[in-house]
């Protein structure tokens, strides 16, 4: 069973930067493919980025693509995203998510299987 513990929220002003983490236990960390989501008040979750594993290659959200860089680290295994140039409407719970290398790559919810607790990102103006 796959375990991810995100760290590294908090509130920052517009324009700010922050950088979450995702550390994962409980499987072989290369053999899943990461991603974040993120749940406004309100709102439903919905995808912002995703993460092969070799992390050669990425998608992005639109809504955060230029300024949010997701990545990883298969050595420590942990997976990152850098988040710069923040705005109000960035303001969510952010969740990692695995997935096996057997399922899809995708920004569709369904198709992870494993989600972290969630971590707060405010974002003030």
């Known amino acids: 069973q796959v375990q991810l513990v995100e760290s590294g929220g908090g509130l920052v002003q517009a324009g700010g930067s922050l950088r979450l983490s995702c550390a994962t236990s409980?499987?072989?960390?290369?053999?899943?493919?990461m991603g974040w989501f993120r749940k406004a008040p309100g709102k439903d979750r919905e995808f912002v980025a995703a993460i092969t594993l070799s992390g050669s290659s990425t998608l992005y959200a639109d809504s955060v693509k230029g300024r949010f860089t997701i990545s990883r680290d298969n050595a420590k295994n942990t997976v990152y995203l850098q988040m710069n140039s923040l705005k109000p409407e960035d303001t969510a719970v952010y969740y990692c998510?695995?997935?096996?290398?057997?399922?899809?790559?995708?920004?569709?919810?369904?198709?992870?299987?494993?989600w972290g607790q969630g971590t707060q990102v405010t974002v003030s103006s």
């Open positions: 998510t695995a997935t096996p290398y057997s399922r899809r790559w995708s920004k569709i919810l369904h198709d992870y299987d494993y």
């Open positions: 409980g499987g072989t960390y290369s053999n899943y493919y």
